[in-house]
């Protein structure tokens, strides 16, 4: 059963918007999560992460924020260029555990 | 710069053909972990390694196994490849448990 679900497939954005990308889970028990970004062709990379001690991490145009209550975060990138445009996966962990579990990502569009 | 290699990055073998994937990495990581994505699905975890310490995932098919013979490689042995093993193969590696993942390239495995 999945535990990190990204219900949204795709989303389109023109460029300067906000874009917004969500993430549920189901485990709660998880406490730590990851956003990945990934591009055709090359391995994701890291883009931010946060702990369940924070609501909040921002770095740059990218900020994530969780709901712990809701099981829920999001993705936020301000403003949307066309250089964002990629598959982002988050990922959710247990503090005591190895795996990460990836949610089947969202593919992000932004037009210029 | 310290990455995370994959070779090759496209392997075409036969049914039933046993086939080796290769990674290695140079940010002296810890733990290096072996992933499998399917089209439009979460990668999902098959095994990692804790320095020498190996760890399976419960519902990992016994076809697939993995050898970390230094702390710079690990192998991702497919004895008898079906063709549901088509996938991109993906390693990633980590300093320590629940610490970010840096990922390589991928091998994209196709069946034949």
């Known amino acids: 059963d999945q535990q990190v679900k990204q219900n949204s497939p795709s989303l389109s954005v023109q460029e300067g918007r906000i874009s917004i990308l969500n993430c549920d889970y189901t485990?709660?028990?998880?406490?730590?999560f990851l956003w990945y970004k990934k591009y055709p062709a090359e391995g994701p990379t890291f883009l931010i992460s946060?702990?369940?001690?924070?609501d909040k991490n921002e770095d740059g145009r990218f900020t994530v924020f969780l709901n712990k209550s809701a099981k829920h975060l999001s993705l936020h990138i301000v403003p949307s260029q066309p250089g964002d445009s990629a598959v982002y996966f988050c990922?959710?962990?247990?503090?005591?555990?190895?795996?990460?579990?990836f949610g089947t990502g969202t593919s992000l569009t932004v037009i210029p | 710069d310290a990455m995370v290699i994959q070779n090759p990055r496209y392997q075409v073998t036969q049914f039933g053909k046993p086939v080796t994937l290769s990674c290695s990495q140079t940010?002296?990581?810890?733990?290096m972990y072996w992933y499998q994505q399917k089209s439009s699905q979460a990668p999902k975890l098959l095994f990692h390694?804790?320095?020498?310490?190996?760890?399976n995932e419960a519902d990992t098919p016994d076809n697939f196994q993995s050898r970390r013979p230094n702390t710079s490689f690990c192998f991702l042995d497919i004895r008898s490849p079906g063709l549901g093993d088509a996938a991109m193969y993906l390693c990633?590696?980590?300093?320590?448990?629940?610490?970010?993942?840096?990922f390589g390239s991928g091998t994209q495995l196709s069946v034949l």
């Open positions: 946060i702990s369940s001690i924070k």
């Open positions: 940010l002296n990581h810890n733990v």
């Open positions: 485990n709660s028990m998880f406490d730590y």
């Open positions: 990633a590696t980590s300093r320590g448990p629940n610490e970010k993942l840096f």
């Open positions: 990922a959710a962990s247990e503090g005591t555990g190895n795996q990460f579990y």
């Open positions: 390694y804790y320095d020498k310490d190996f760890n």
